[in-house]
């Protein structure tokens, strides 16, 4: 009986055992010949198998092209991601595609239904715990199976179900009469952070055809506006170390967390771990990263600067820089007119000289030269050029930073002044050290541009720009640099801007004009700071569409919901962003219930606003469109798997191949900045009206600045990214939410005792911007006045940080300054 | 005086009748709930993966060990030859027979497959306490429902009661061993896991022992009450004195083996078992555990010694109560802090197998399922399949002593034709 | 020789992401509320990231994935009635979810409480009628049974990995033979000091654990290149 179906079972595993096929081994098959092509000559031996794991110290990479699947280039174990399918089931390949580390995914589907999501088996990285769960998003309980219509009042919640027709009837009927009474730039379009080209494009290629280029953009970003501004006016590019992490010898990781927010890329860390690299984390929390590091410097939120520029100093008093740096490749040695506070123009002392280039004291002929021209140039000294008085930008800088003593920014920052000499002591010693900032904390804050500016500035001076395992890794970098796209109709003509962060006050107050309409495409409202401002705005509009999976945030003030296909269920193209590889994300499955494409939605309301020419494009004749320039199409895609952007010139914007010998950018390229070189002191904010040279402004809504806020609020917050979420993506995905369910705040311990707060007691976390409750974490591991919240949360789920969140800004850069927020703490 | 006395009987056959069917009701309801717990799994409880066992299982020790302490009490008065308390054997027998299916009852309760029991037998495991206790519970059945046959079927009506006393001797020479046997091996299921610090203690098969032997006698004492107005045969006032003085003892000794146990644990300190000893003397089950000692034990050794409360029936019963509660909590503080106290007390703790819905907009998980502090609280549904099986056990009983009440008349009027000359007529 | 199975937890390169857990769960569909594998840490609170403070006063937190650890003298074992948890000649403690008659002993005998069971029928998100999430061969369990971690054998019978060690991000998991001197885990193994967990208890486990490197100490010497071990 028992016995009996016991063998029989035995039976039937043994024969599907042998008819399973193996698809892992077939890709091994073809790729043995490749297997030594990649591999580039580093006096580091690979002794253990397992080291190749996510090793880039393997480096280089060489495209097929169209014949056969691709390798990886930057690492693998041979057979270490296999997931093979068994024979029912149907393999197609897609992209992660939020603005994380957009790792290739195998999806498995079986009968049409999504069963499996694994690692791409000819992949370097492999997916974390929220890519995989998104089998989880694809069939969530809660996902918007039709189109909505708001019955009942903004926010009340009622919804009646409607028909596709109707709904697209209503939003195109809307739209063109709001664009006819109010003007095209009054109807604003928006989505959210989607690394992938079509959702965002589409959008963008709408709302260009409907209001003829006369849009009313978004400036600044949530995320990076301050390390971008930073990064091109230094060096002319953002930079993205990633994989040379592996190099490193000291990896200073500076208000970031990779160990959450680059878990798939952790392998490369580790290997550096391994081959001996120190990693030392700075952040106010003793964070995931923190965790795995040799030391945990805690800061004062906002005040990483004075730190940096206290390093800057230590380094120059101690001639720990690197002199041929110095003079050869960076601005240091250009004269400025200390009356005027500009860089000397080579015009201003040659007659016919080039007014775009630059002049240095060239020792050998005792007085200006042009700067590429000058046979010996001083590093340092003031002269008189020309009847101008006149000093190098490095004697400038030495008098800048000359205040911050470690003593002094110990007294600003909090850290111990012997711990920041000796930090920069050890970065200047350690070749080649790399400034891991990612998307630092540090730099939401409004001192962000000057922050990235003194890493820049700390790596130029230690001659570690331009060296593999150096610079400063910025996660958004040289990722996107692809010149794939969608061609627009029209030319934009913006009509206005809106700071991304003031959405809400922008939309209460009617700036920089009243809108009327918002077209709201997946993005998560609850990131926006100040969030519950920005419901409040939604609801003076006249008309809201949000196009999204779930009844979000911003649905729940819409007018017309309309359900969207997830990129399981359409088709769309990665073209490098975080992963330096073009995906074609195939489709593998029908669209859930009555959920849609992005594209099939702008092209229906194309048709009925009478440009429907300009959709009259499959999703994946779209893509070969978009994937023009580089040559690729996205039947070659298919074929090949992902392609790497360095293996061919036409592939990315730098026209550059890496290939056996080791390319690094800024070690073969010049700067891409107006002298050519990196700028300590930048021309672009010259150009701008900005101060040009670092320089540290005291956090604004701090004890500093604002002491009667200060003194309702004395909590500095600060907001964490946190394992189970890419900002507010994968937020409802119950395999996640049952290792975090619920928001909390972290305390220290003195703050907690002092406020008779137990661990795990409820509190209610405020400010005048709003007030949330949460469980609260009492710890040693952060700083005393610091408390900080993981972000992500919606804000129907409550403990959503954003509400909190200083929504501040500034020109310079438009950046988000949440980590400028000051808050108090109850125990309710 | 005979008339009288069937009219006796009759009446209060009535009223027994009546408690009977009160019995099966409650049993009747609770089956309806079991078939729920087999509709719906034993989510319908209030167990989870950190306290697996609960209720059913705690219950399923307390009722082998009322069994076994009733056939221990009545096999002993054959193999020791104590006279007097030979008279107990049939309700001990029918109180054994009674609690055992209870027993059973709870066991299949708490299974997550009750149709697949029969596995057990079929490439059952030999390593496995379970599976011993499953055949020695199955023998001791067969042994109880043996003596029963030769106490009730009409076979044996007639024979004399000397032929039945030397069945019956024989066979308590196999009773008694597999009545210690069947408890000890249930103590086993506990006592043999180096997994669970707190159970896992050489005295696990004697305290289990000596607790039952203790319920047993008190369930005895109760039934010595109940039947106090027609005279339950075996249970006059010599030998519920003698069973008064076996219960002292056995109080005594159970009171002396935990001690022995609480003590070198708390003793020790630092390790898991001192911390589920602590849980207990100072803890979460203080309440429970303070009572079963001091109302459970003392008091009713305080009862069963006292020279006027002793002659009452009516104190007596109140002891046996008092002693039946203090096993029954026994076994909860055995079974319950080896559980609740576990091995990695790591964050985030144990996968509960709980998955509780967030009350919020969306479907996600409300609470982690992890904890590394187990609770146990039991169901509605858990109290009520429970107390069907008491209230099946308490049906089984009174059936007994039906059949007991029926055979006494029989054998008398019998022997009363067979011979004048025995000491039986005076019973009349 | 017979093989025996083993897994190699590197909790240096562990980050605690819970990648190979959430992955587990998919893979073998197991229902919301259980789990086979969890990250204990030795933090403290709800999350257990609330760091430890270490003897030096500064906080640590080390991360610990865990799992059935397939015990060679499994006390699981020796406790099913029914012989539904059986050791396998490769070494996996395997479960048999027809013969189970789900009395739970083996889930009191667990040391680790690895197991888990199925209290109702395994809620899943998505659930399909005909069909189930994750690994096709991975049987469905039915309610009253209880399940753990099976080392994913229809994987390792195929020749494949276990789903995790194959998801985690950091390569932190290694899995193998370590009868065979020649595997990659045997070779790791007998390069570093590695652990088991509740090793007095006398289980035998097969899951061992090195841990995470000592913290390097840092140098700032004016000289002498920067690079420093020590």
């Known amino acids: 009986m028992e016995l009996s179906t016991r063998k029989a079972l035995f039976l039937c595993k043994k024969l599907h055992r042998i008819v399973s096929v193996d698809v892992e081994l077939i890709m091994k098959k073809t790729l043995k010949d490749l297997k030594n092509i990649w591999r580039w000559d580093l006096q580091m031996e690979i002794s253990r198998r397992r080291f190749l794991g996510g090793s880039l110290a393997l480096g280089g990479a060489v495209a097929i092209g169209t014949t056969g699947p691709t390798l990886k280039g930057l690492g693998f174990i041979e057979g270490a991601n296999a997931a093979p399918a068994n024979e029912q089931e149907k393999i197609t390949y897609n992209c992660c595609n939020p603005e994380c580390n957009n790792c290739s995914l195998q999806v498995h589907t079986r009968n049409g239904k999504l069963v499996r999501i694994s690692p791409n088996p000819n992949y370097y990285t492999r997916p974390c715990l929220r890519g995989r769960s998104r089998l989880q998003w694809n069939y969530h309980p809660d996902r918007l199976k039709y189109p909505f219509k708001r019955v009942g009042e903004r926010g009340e919640g009622k919804w009646e179900r409607i028909s596709w027709e109707e709904a697209l009837d209503t939003i195109a009927t809307n739209l063109a009469k709001i664009r006819d009474e109010h003007g095209p730039e009054k109807v604003f379009f928006t989505a959210g952070a989607v690394m992938s080209v079509m959702p965002n494009s589409m959008q963008r290629l709408f709302a260009n055809a409907f209001t003829k280029g006369e849009t009313t953009n978004t400036v600044g970003s949530l995320c990076c506006a301050s390390q971008a501004e930073a990064s091109n006016a230094s060096q002319g590019y953002r930079t993205a170390g990633i994989e040379e992490k592996a190099h490193s010898k000291l990896i200073i990781v500076w208000g970031h967390n990779p160990a959450v927010t680059y878990i798939p890329h952790w392998g490369i860390v580790a290997e550096a771990k391994e081959r ?518 919606w804000v129907q789920q409550g403990a959503c940080s954003s509400v909190l969140s200083n929504d501040y800004t500034f020109e310079q850069s438009w950046g988000h300054c949440l980590n400028n927020t000051l808050v108090q703490v109850k125990g309710v | 005086m005979e008339v009288a006395t069937l009219a006796n009987s009759v009446s209060l056959g009535n009223e027994r009748k009546v408690w009977m069917l009160i019995c099966l009701a409650i049993a009747l309801v609770a089956f309806g709930f079991y078939v729920n717990q087999l509709i719906n799994g034993l989510e319908v409880t209030g167990m989870n993966n950190i306290v697996s066992w609960g209720l059913y299982i705690i219950t399923f020790a307390f009722f082998v060990g009322l069994s076994a302490g009733g056939l221990i009490v009545s096999s002993s008065a054959y193999v020791f030859k104590i006279d007097k308390l030979k008279e107990v054997a049939p309700i001990g027998i029918v109180v054994a027979v009674a609690c055992i299916l209870g027993a059973a ?309 019998k022997d009363k034709q067979l011979s004048s000359n025995t000491q039986l007529a005076s019973d009349i | 020789m017979s093989k025996r199975l083993a897994l190699l937890i590197d909790q240096d390169r562990c980050i605690g992401c819970w990648t190979c857990a959430v992955v587990c769960k998919m893979e073998n569909n197991v229902g919301l509320g259980n789990h086979w594998n969890r990250i204990l840490s030795n933090g403290t609170g709800e999350y257990g990231e609330t760091p430890k403070i270490g003897l030096d006063g500064k906080p640590e937190l080390v991360f610990q994935p865990t799992t059935c650890m397939h015990c060679e003298n499994a006390p699981c074992v020796k406790a099913c009635p029914t012989g539904a948890t059986y050791k396998r000649k490769d070494g996996i403690t395997a479960q048999n979810y027809s013969i189970c008659i789900g009395c739970r002993a083996c889930m009191a005998a667990c040391p680790y409480n690895a197991r888990v069971f199925n209290w109702g029928t395994a809620q899943q998100v998505p659930s399909f009628e005909d069909d189930h999430v994750g690994d096709a061969r991975v049987p469905s369990r039915p309610k009253g049974v209880v399940e753990k971690c099976t080392f994913c054998q229809e994987k390792t019978d195929a020749g494949e990995k276990p789903a995790c060690v194959t998801s985690c991000p950091a390569h932190a998991r290694v899995f193998g033979d370590i009868n065979d001197p020649s595997s990659e885990i045997s070779g790791l193994m007998s390069e570093s000091s590695h652990h088991s967990l509740l090793e007095d208890l006398g289980t035998k486990p097969s899951v061992f654990y090195t841990a995470p490197r000592r913290k390097l100490k840092v140098s700032y010497n004016q000289d002498g290149g920067g690079y420093l071990g020590e």
């Open chain 1, 276 to 793: 001996g690299a120190k990693l030392i984390t700075i952040d106010p929390r003793f964070n995931e990263t923190a965790a795995k590091s040799d030391k945990w410097m805690s800061i004062k939120p906002g005040t990483d600067t004075a730190m940096a520029m206290a390093m800057i100093r230590y380094i120059i008093e101690e001639d720990l820089y690197d002199e041929k740096f110095a003079l050869e490749r960076s601005n240091l040695p250009f004269l400025v007119n200390e009356a005027t506070g500009k860089l000397v123009r080579h015009s201003e002392i040659v007659a016919d000289g080039n007014p775009d280039a630059f002049v240095v004291w060239d020792k050998a002929v005792n007085g200006p030269a042009h700067a590429e021209e000058a046979i010996s140039p001083v590093l340092e000294g003031s002269f008189t050029a020309n009847g101008m008085s006149v000093r190098t930008v490095f004697a400038r800088l030495r008098e800048r930073v000359s205040e911050f003593t470690s003593e002094y920014a110990s007294e600003i920052t909090g850290v111990p002044a012997k711990e920041i000499t000796d930090l920069a002591r050890l970065y200047a010693n350690t070749k080649p050290a790399m400034l891991d900032s990612g998307m630092s904390g540090a730099q939401r804050t409004n001192n962000g541009v000057n922050f990235i500016q003194s890493l820049l500035n700390l790596a130029a001076l230690t001659g570690n720009i331009g060296v593999l395992g150096g610079g400063v890794n910025d996660t958004g970098g040289f990722a996107h640099g692809t010149n794939a796209g969608v061609p627009m109709p029209y030319e934009a003509k913006v009509k206005g801007q809106i700071p991304t962060t003031k959405l809400g006050e922008y939309f209460l107050e009617g700036k920089p004009y009243p809108l009327k309409a918002v077209y709201w495409q997946g993005k998560g409202l609850g990131q926006v700071p100040n969030a519950n401002k920005v419901l409040e705005g939604m609801k003076k509009m006249d008309f809201v569409v949000v196009q999204e999976h779930f009844f979000g945030d911003a649905a729940s003030v819409a007018d017309i919901v309309l359900p969207v296909a997830t990129l399981f269920e359409r088709y769309d193209v990665m073209c490098a962003s975080r992963s330096f590889y073009y995906h074609l994300m195939d489709k593998a499955v029908e669209p859930f219930m009555e959920a849609k494409s992005d594209t099939w939605i702008y092209a229906e309301l194309a048709k009925r606003l009478g440009f429907g020419e300009v959709f009259d494009k499959t999703e994946e004749e779209f893509i070969d469109g978009i994937l023009k320039p580089t040559g690729l199409t996205s039947a070659s895609l298919r074929e090949s798997g992902p392609v790497w952007i360095w293996s061919d010139p036409k592939y990315n914007k730098y026209g550059v191949k890496r290939d056996k010998k080791p390319f690094h950018f800024f070690q073969d390229t010049p700067f891409n900045t107006p002298s050519g070189r990196f700028e300590f002191h930048t021309v672009r904010w010259e150009n701008r009206g900005f101060e040009p040279m670092v320089h540290f402004d005291a956090p604004v809504e701090s004890k500093e600045t604002e002491p009667e806020l200060y003194a309702k609020y004395p909590l500095s917050l600060v907001a964490t990214k946190i394992r189970t979420k890419v900002h507010s993506t994968y937020a409802v995905m119950p395999w996640l939410s049952e290792i975090y369910p619920k928001g909390w705040v972290t305390i220290n311990e003195e703050d907690a005792k002092a406020r008779g707060i137990k661990d795990g007691q409820q509190v209610e976390v405020f400010n005048d911007r709003g007030s949330v409750k949460v469980s609260a974490h009492v710890t040693a591991g952060i700083r005393e006045s610091v408390v900080s919240m993981p972000n992500g949360w």
């Open chain 2, 105 to 413: 009852a709870m066991i299949v309760a708490d299974m997550g497959r009750p149709e697949r029991i029969l596995n057990i037998i079929v490439g059952g495991k030999f390593t496995s306490p379970i599976t011993w206790d499953f055949f020695v519970i199955s023998l001791y059945l067969m042994i109880g429902l043996y003596e029963c046959w030769i106490f009730f079927s009409n076979k044996w009506k007639g024979k004399s009661l000397e032929k039945r006393e030397s069945v019956l001797a024989k066979a308590a020479f196999i009773s008694l061993p597999i009545a210690i046997l069947v408890h000890s091996i249930t103590a086993w299921i506990f006592g043999l896991q180096a997994g669970r610090p707190f159970w896992d203690t050489a005295i696990m098969a004697p305290i289990f022992i000596s607790s039952a032997v203790v319920s047993g006698t008190g369930l005895l004492l109760v039934v010595a009450y109940l039947g106090r107005k027609n005279g339950i045969k075996g249970l006059d006032d010599e030998n519920v004195g003698t069973l008064v003085k076996v219960l002292v003892g056995f109080i005594i000794l159970d009171l002396f083996l935990f001690f022995c146990e609480l003590f070198t644990l708390t003793y020790t300190g630092g390790t898991a078992a001192s911390e589920s000893a602590a849980l207990l003397l100072t803890g979460s089950l203080a309440p429970l555990f303070w009572f079963e000692i001091i109302a459970g034990m003392l008091i009713p050794l305080f009862i069963l010694t006292n020279k006027s409360l002793k002659r009452s029936r009516g104190w007596m019963a109140v002891a046996g109560i008092l002693v039946m509660v203090a096993v029954f909590l026994k076994r909860i503080n055995i079974v319950l802090p080896g559980l609740l106290v576990i091995n990695m007390t790591d964050s985030p703790g144990v996968s509960t197998g709980r998955f509780v819905e967030s009350t919020g907009p969306f479907f996600e998980a409300g609470q982690t399922p992890f904890s590394a502090i187990a609770t146990y609280a039991p169901t509605m549904t858990e109290l009520i399949i429970t107390a069907g099986a008491f209230a099946f056990v308490g049906f089984v009983i009174m059936l007994g002593v039906e059949l007991i009440a029926k055979m006494d008349t029989k054998t008398s009027a």
